[in-house]
T-cell receptor
């Protein structure tokens, strides 16, 4: 069964540094998402992306965040200047359609630790 | 606003016994409800969904969920638990105004003991 993959599985960075989290969505999917889960808290929506542009973003997704689909397979989340509170598990997801009946498929996550 | 609540952080059950993982929802309009499971070091895996139709929804790995409109609940059930069912379970609701967004519950850790 096709899967969403994410790299790296764990990233440690110093405060103020830039990080790029990478995702390879399922190949025929057109809608892409990032979520995050701070330890012990809920999974929170960050952003959705379709047709090379952001279609929706949450209040968490401020100017330090950006997303990109640099080629036909990768989908990236960049955090420009990391803060301690960015430490979380980041999940990428993809979906074939935005139609209600279509579920999102999630990757295994990247654990980001900001020191 | 759409939201789901999972009132139990942890559920313990013996192998072979029935299990229930609870979820209640709060939505304006018709709810579109999902259950996902997360095994260690894996992503969230889709289990089942309720969009419309029968209140009892069957999903992967023998799981089912019952949609109850009067109680605004969508509890996950399995008649006979396996040790391998031990994982973190998330209930989610899809935003009816923006289908791209899912709102997740806080998760329930299911422990199935042999």
């Amino acid at each position: 069964e096709p899967e969403v993959t994410q790299t790296p599985s764990h990233q440690v960075t110093q405060m103020g540094q830039e990080v790029i989290l990478r995702c390879v969505p399922i190949s025929n999917h057109l809608y892409f998402y990032w979520y995050r889960q701070i330890l012990g808290q809920k999974v929170e929506f960050l952003v959705s992306f379709y047709n090379n542009e952001i279609s929706e973003k949450s209040e968490i997704f401020d100017d330090q965040f950006s997303v990109e689909r640099p080629d036909g397979s990768n989908f990236t989340l960049k955090i420009r200047s990391t803060k301690l509170e960015d430490s979380a598990m980041y999940f990428c997801a993809s979906s074939e359609s935005e139609v209600l009946s279509y579920e999102q498929y999630f990757g295994p996550g990247t654990r980001l630790t900001v020191t | 606003a759409q939201s789901v609540a999972q009132p139990e952080d942890q559920v313990n059950v013996a192998e072979g016994n029935p299990l229930t993982v609870k979820c209640t929802y709060s939505v304006s309009g018709n709810p579109y409800l999902f259950w996902y499971v997360q095994y260690p070091n894996r992503g969230l895996q889709f289990l089942l969904k309720y969009i419309t139709g029968d209140n009892l929804v069957k999903g992967s790995y023998g799981f089912e969920a019952e949609f109850n409109k009067s109680q605004t609940s969508f509890h996950l059930k399995k008649p006979s638990a396996l040790v391998s069912d031990s994982a973190l379970y998330f209930c989610a609701v899809r935003d009816i105004y923006n289908f791209n967004k899912f709102y997740f519950g806080s998760g329930t850790k299911l422990n199935v003991k042999p």
